[in-house]
């Protein structure tokens, strides 16, 4: 059998490959994923029992969280770190970052700081998927079962396969789909979802009672409602990036922010009673069941997940930015002339697609939660938030050239005025041309 032969019979069976490896990934994930997501249930609702007295233990979790990535963590175990290993920018994400989330994430949740589980997720399956692809004698393999096992991170936790699918491939290249983890991430985040399952993993659903054609001026009040959500998503991420910075810049000591951060933070959450603890499940029944809704409720828990992350307490945004989509949603349903419980499904997904930069992921996402009678209503929100988040994200994400790209590229070129011959320019010392390619 001559080497052609043998190259095309290995082309034809890698994706048989990638797809059994795809599926032990999922398995692993999802039982890692389905064992932190269960903790995070219990230490949530335990943490809040006893809420009065756990919410001053935040500063000292702090500095613990501070020491503990300082003393064995690295640049590389972040959500950046993520993005730039599946780029190729980095080597390798260590398993420790599984570790880490497991740590850092439990005592986050039952002291009652104001995070997601999302960045958890997402890194405990990035970090198990790039150790078995470092493992495995194929190119690529640990980029590619890395993405794979992002989205079986995101399918445990939040059981939404299909959405989970299309999230790790959109998010980690702008403007693309990372096509070649495709097969991979398929059978990772179906086999995560079963096995979260297994677990005992519960998951939130909804029901979309909403049932309109889609006449003008229903799809501008969806326009104005999609924009909205894609305002309040680059609020989120221009908030996220900035207090950040702040803090470093005016306290450049990790245990000294830490402590005066979590110090200020506690006390301003016990001054709201805990509304704004957490994952902020709390917030979504309220604004999906037509409970009490503040105008204020989606500003403020993300202004507290935004200071949260910046001091340094391990967790995510996803399910936070749920929360405040939701209740954003409520809020302007009833302005807009749509009902509140609708707009708030809306403003969830919405408001999440503008944060992380995705289209196709919060669509999906839309129609697994609250039913496929959405999807019309959830494309048009969505695409008008994706607009009007203006290409920002939460997410350290690779920016694709686009076509837009490259006629702004051109019209900031200035052309010289007389394209002449290259000699008469150098005798009459004038600037040189360079025509526009």
């Keep these: ?66 020491f503990m990535l300082r003393r064995w963590g690295n640049s590389a175990s972040d ?23 497991y740590a850092g994430g439990w005592t986050a949740h039952l002291f009652c700081a104001s995070v997601g589980r999302e960045g958890a997720g997402i890194q405990i399956g990035a970090a198990i998927g790039c150790n078995i692809g470092r493992r ?33 491939l959109e998010v980690t290249v702008v403007g693309g789909l990372h096509l070649r983890a495709l097969i991979a991430s398929f059978f990772a985040s179906y086999a995560s979802y079963f096995t979260a399952g297994l677990c005992g993993l519960e998951h939130f659903t909804a029901e979309f009672v ?20 894609g305002l309040a998503g680059l609020f989120f991420c221009i908030a996220r990036e900035y207090i950040g910075k702040f803090l470093r810049a005016s306290l450049k000591n990790a245990y000294v922010r830490a402590f005066f951060g979590a110090v200020l933070l506690s006390c301003l959450l016990y001054m709201s009673e805990g509304r704004y603890s957490g994952l902020g499940t ?16 989606w500003l403020v828990k993300m202004l507290f997940t935004a200071a949260f992350l910046s001091v340094g307490f391990l967790g995510g945004e996803v399910t ?84 837009a790209a490259k006629i702004l590229h051109r019209l ?8 002449l011959p290259e000699p008469l320019y150098k005798r009459a010392h004038l600037p040189h041309y360079e025509p526009l390619r």
């Design 320 to 403: 936070t930015l749920f929360a405040a989509g939701a209740c954003l949603g409520a809020v302007l349903g009833g302005a807009l002339g749509l009902p509140p419980e609708a707009a708030a499904c809306l403003g969830y997904a919405a408001v999440f697609g503008a944060a992380t930069n995705t289209l196709i992921a919060p669509v999906i996402l839309g129609c697994e939660l609250f039913g496929t009678n959405a999807l019309p209503y959830m494309a048009i929100v969505c695409v008008a938030a994706y607009l009007f988040n203006f290409g920002k994200s939460v997410y350290d994400q690779k920016v694709r050239e686009d076509v």
């Design 210 to 229: 909403f049932s309109a054609s889609l006449s003008l001026p229903l799809n501008l009040r969806l326009i104005a409602l999609g924009a909205a959500c």
């Design 136 to 168: 495995i004698p194929i190119k690529n393999a640990d980029k590619i079962l890395l993405v794979a096992g992002m989205a079986a991170g995101f399918s445990a936790l939040f059981g939404t396969p299909a959405c989970a699918l299309f999230f790790a």
């Design 79 to 101: 959500m950046r770190g993520v993005f730039q290993v599946s780029r190729g920018e980095k080597q390798r994400f260590p398993l420790r970052s599984a570790f880490f989330q």
């Design 1 to 66: 059998m001559n080497k052609v032969v043998k190259k095309e019979i290995a082309l034809g069976l890698q994706p048989f490959i990638y797809a059994l490896l795809g599926t032990a990934v999922g398995l692993g994930v999802g039982a890692a994923g389905g064992i932190f997501g269960r903790g995070v249930d219990f230490f949530s609702s335990f943490g809040m029992e006893h809420f009065g007295l756990y919410v001053w233990f935040l500063p000292a979790v702090g500095i613990l969280t501070a």
């Design 282 to 297: 709390n917030l979504i029944g309220f604004a999906v069941s037509g409970g009490q809704v503040y105008w204020y409720d």
């Design 412 to 419: 900031q070129r200035k052309p010289r005025r007389l394209p």
